[in-house]
T-cell receptor
Framework: AQSVTQLDSQVPVFEEAPVELRCNYS??????LFWYVQYPNQGLQLLLK??????LVKGINGFEAEFNKSQTSFHLRKPSVHISDTAEYFC??????????FGAGTTVTVRA | DARVTQTPRDKVTEMGQEVTMRCQPI?????VFWYRQTMMQGLELLAY????????DSGMPKDRFSAEMPDATLATLKIQPSEPRDSAVYFC?????????????FGQGTRLTVV
């Protein structure tokens, strides 16, 4: 079955420390992969996406992700987090040409 | 600043009552999605419209849910009768077209509580 799996449900991190959020995808999944962020009481916002080409994708707010075909992974990273990065992060893939299917989410809590 | 607008932001209703959630997509967007978010199921696609036509509502319980687009500026999601298990956050999203090169913009959601 097509799916993405987010390996960590919660990630606590100190301000200015790096963070990595892990996402693995099933090999049958299309290579259209996304990371979305949901701030408290808000809708989802696109951070970045991988469609093809360079495997290192840069997104908004200093985030980047690396598509790794051999590891079937699409991990999200930020070298130095801020308090304002506290949010829930979702890995997703495109099923067909319109259906976004999301992982279970990773809650990132940034502490001072 | 273009954004997807959803009303109401919060709704508390009694079991058995009708609930209507509204969404104003971004002007010019021809694709509208309804998603439901719960702790147990995460984010699920309920319905998908293209040029106001419902193309996929397979994720929606047909007996009590209905989704429509009376015009290009309004999408509605109705639940009748509502049940406690419908309690969730309902998101509307809109996009110009479909495919990996398009971006879906999400509204802030309607938090529904059915008691």
């Amino acid at each position: 079955a097509q799916s993405v799996t987010q390996l960590d449900s919660q990630v606590p991190v100190f301000e200015e420390a790096p963070v990595e959020l892990r996402c693995n995808y099933s090999s049958s999944v299309s290579v259209y992969l996304f990371w979305y962020v949901q701030y408290p009481n808000q809708g989802l916002q696109l951070l970045l996406k991988y469609l093809s080409g360079s495997t290192l994708v840069k997104g908004i707010n200093g985030f980047e992700a690396e598509f790794n075909k051999s590891q079937t992974s699409f991990h999200l990273r930020k070298p130095s987090v801020h308090i304002s990065d506290t949010a829930e992060y979702f890995c997703a893939f495109l099923q067909g040409d319109y259906k976004l299917s999301f992982g279970a989410g990773t809650t990132v809590t940034v502490r001072a | 600043d273009a954004r997807v607008t959803q009303t109401p932001r919060d709704k508390v209703t009694e079991m058995g009552q009708e609930v209507t959630m509204r969404c104003q997509p971004i002007l010019g967007h021809n694709t509208v999605f309804w998603y439901r978010q719960t702790m147990m199921q995460g984010l699920e696609l309920l319905a998908y419209f293209r040029n106001r036509a419902p193309l996929d509502d397979s994720g929606m319980p047909k007996d009590r849910f209905s989704a429509e687009m009376p015009d290009a500026t309004l999408a509605t999601l109705k639940i009748q009768p509502s049940e406690p298990r419908d309690s969730a956050v309902y998101f509307c999203a809109s996009a110009q077209g479909t495919g990996g090169n398009t971006e879906a913009f999400f509204g802030q959601g309607t938090r529904l509580t059915v008691v």
